[in-house]
Every structure is written in structure tokens, then in C-alpha cells.
């Protein structure tokens, strides 16, 4: 079962990272098609581009840490905050980003598998009542 098990995370590594990746490429040849899915707070703090080149190399390291597998736990969190900040700061838009949605799960459920020992309470110290 162990094996499936990592197979099945490996995959979840690869997919996710893989969202990660292929938009900050993409940004190279076609920065205006990315460009409009940043809050319009965000516009004119830098240039447009710059900001987008930016936020890439951020989803870059994201993407890299996953594929590394090692404390999955923080690039997971991170991915799964930031697919939910830009469906929901682009509600509009809605039609093309409900996927997003569908990757956020998948980086939740990333993120869970690899939960660090801090967060996770051992049944046998934890009082449960009524059960």
C-alpha cells in the first residue's frame, strides 16, 4: 500500500507542479494574457510585467519545491492559498479559473499528506469524549 500511496502523492507533486510551471513560461512569450488576473490594487505598484515576472518566479520555487518532495507541506499551503486568492479575486472570470478550484483540492490534499509532526495531535494523547 506504501507504494501506491507514494505514486499516487508523486502525482499530485507532478500535477500541481506542473500548474505551477507552465504559467510564468507561458508569461515569456504572452505576458498580456496573464497580466489580467492580478487585482487592479495591484496595478501600477511596479510595472505590469515586472509584477508578473515576479509573482512567475514565485510560482517557479513553488513548483520546484513540490517536485523536491521534501516539507511539502509550506509550497502545498502556499499553492493552495494563492489558486484560492485568484479565483477569488477574480470572480468574474469565474468560467476559466473554476479549475483552479479543482488544483487548490489537490494541493490541500498534498498539503495534508504532509503535515509537519507539530501539527498533527497523537490519538492517545488526545481526551475524546463521548466516544
Given at each position: 500500500m506504501l507504494d501506491r500511496e507514494r505514486l499516487a502523492q508523486?502525482?499530485?507533486?507532478?500535477?500541481?507542479?506542473?500548474?505551477?510551471?507552465?504559467?510564468?513560461?507561458?508569461?515569456?512569450?504572452?505576458?498580456?494574457?496573464?497580466?489580467?488576473?492580478?487585482?487592479?490594487?495591484?496595478?501600477?505598484?511596479?510595472?505590469?510585467?515586472?509584477?508578473?515576472?515576479?509573482?512567475?518566479?514565485?510560482?517557479?520555487?513553488?513548483?520546484?519545491?513540490?517536485?523536491?518532495?521534501?516539507?511539502?507541506?509550506?509550497?502545498?499551503?502556499?499553492?493552495?492559498?494563492m489558486l484560492v486568492a485568484i479565483v477569488v479575486f477574480n470572480?468574474?472570470?469565474?468560467?476559466?479559473?473554476?479549475?483552479?478550484?479543482?488544483?487548490?483540492?489537490?494541493?490541500?490534499?498534498?498539503?495534508?499528506?504532509?503535515?509537519?509532526?507539530?501539527?498533527?495531535?497523537?490519538?492517545?494523547?488526545?481526551?475524546?469524549?463521548?466516544?
Amino acid at each position: 500500500m506504501l507504494d501506491r500511496e507514494r505514486l499516487a502523492q508523486f502525482i499530485l507533486r507532478v500535477g500541481v507542479a506542473f500548474a505551477f510551471l507552465y504559467p510564468p513560461i507561458n508569461a515569456w512569450a504572452n505576458p498580456y494574457d496573464w497580466i489580467g488576473y492580478f487585482p487592479s490594487f495591484l496595478h501600477g505598484i511596479v510595472p505590469d510585467v515586472v509584477l508578473l515576472h515576479a509573482f512567475g518566479l514565485v510560482e517557479i520555487v513553488i513548483a520546484v519545491w513540490i517536485l523536491w518532495g521534501r516539507n511539502i507541506f509550506w509550497p502545498a499551503a502556499l499553492a493552495t492559498l494563492m489558486l484560492v486568492a485568484i479565483v477569488v479575486f477574480n470572480t468574474s472570470n469565474f468560467v476559466v479559473l473554476f479549475r483552479d478550484l479543482s488544483i487548490a483540492a489537490a494541493s490541500l490534499t498534498l498539503a495534508l499528506m504532509n503535515l509537519p509532526t507539530v501539527f498533527v495531535v497523537k490519538r492517545e494523547n488526545a481526551v475524546v469524549h463521548g466516544l
